[in-house]
T-cell receptor, first 114, second 115 residues
Framework: EPEVTQTPSHQVTQMGQEVILRCVPI?????FYWYRQILGQKVEFLVS????????KSEIFDDQFSVERPDGSNFTLKIRSTKLEDSAMYFC????????????FGPGTRLTVT | AQSVTQLDSHVSVSEGTPVLLRCNYS??????LFWYVQHPNKGLQLLLK??????LVKGINGFEAEFKKSETSFHLTKPSAHMSDAAEYFC?????????????FGTGTRLTIIP
């Protein structure tokens, strides 16, 4: 069964450093998403991406964040200058289309900012 | 804005007994509702979804949920718990915007199965 993959599974970085989290969505999917879950809190929407542009973003997704689909298979989340409060589990998801197509989630990348 | 409230942060049941995980939603129009499960060190897996068809929705692994508009509820049930059901469960509502579904998650319910 096709699945969403994410790398790395765990990333440790120092405050102020740039990080790139990588995702490979399911190959024929059209919509791509990033969510995050701070330890002990709920999963929160960050951004959705369709047709090579951002469809929607939350207030969390400020100028420090960016997303890109650099080729036909990868979808990346970049944090330009990490803060301690960026420590969280980051989930990538993809869906075949909008409406009633469910989102398939990857296993997540745990980001630890020290 | 839409939201979901999961009424229990932790539920413990004995193996072989019924499971009930409670969820209430808030929506200004007809929502799409989902239950996702997260096993330790795994991604989020869709258990079932309600999208304005039948109000009783059957999902994977024997789970089902009933959409009750009058009670704004979407509780998850299973007749007989299995040890492999131990996981975190999330009630989720979609915020449909021209077909691009932003998901809004509840805070999660951790299900523990007692042998």
């Amino acid at each position: 069964e096709p699945e969403v993959t994410q790398t790395p599974s765990h990333q440790v970085t120092q405050m102020g450093q740039e990080v790139i989290l990588r995702c490979v969505p399911i190959s024929n999917h059209l919509y791509f998403y990033w969510y995050r879950q701070i330890l002990g809190q709920k999963v929160e929407f960050l951004v959705s991406f369709y047709n090579n542009e951002i469809s929607e973003k939350s207030e969390i997704f400020d100028d420090q964040f960016s997303v890109e689909r650099p080729d036909g298979s990868n979808f990346t989340l970049k944090i330009r200058s990490t803060k301690l409060e960026d420590s969280a589990m980051y989930f990538c998801a993809s869906s075949g289309a909008g409406g009633y197509y469910e989102q398939y989630f990857g296993p997540g990348t745990r980001l630890t900012v020290t | 804005a839409q939201s979901v409230t999961q009424l229990d942060s932790h539920v413990s049941v004995s193996e072989g007994t019924p499971v009930l995980l409670r969820c209430n939603y808030s929506s200004s129009y007809s929502p799409s509702l989902f239950w996702y499960v997260q096993h330790p060190n795994k991604g989020l897996q869709l258990l079932l979804k309600y999208t304005s068809a039948a109000t009783l929705v059957k999902g994977i692994n024997g789970f089902e949920a009933e959409f009750k508009k009058s009670e704004t509820s979407f509780h998850l049930t299973k007749p007989s718990a299995h040890m492999s059901d131990a996981a975190e469960y999330f009630c989720v509502v979609s915020d449909r915007d021209f077909g691009n579904e932003k998901l809004t998650f509840g805070t999660g319910t951790r299900l523990t199965i007692i042998p």
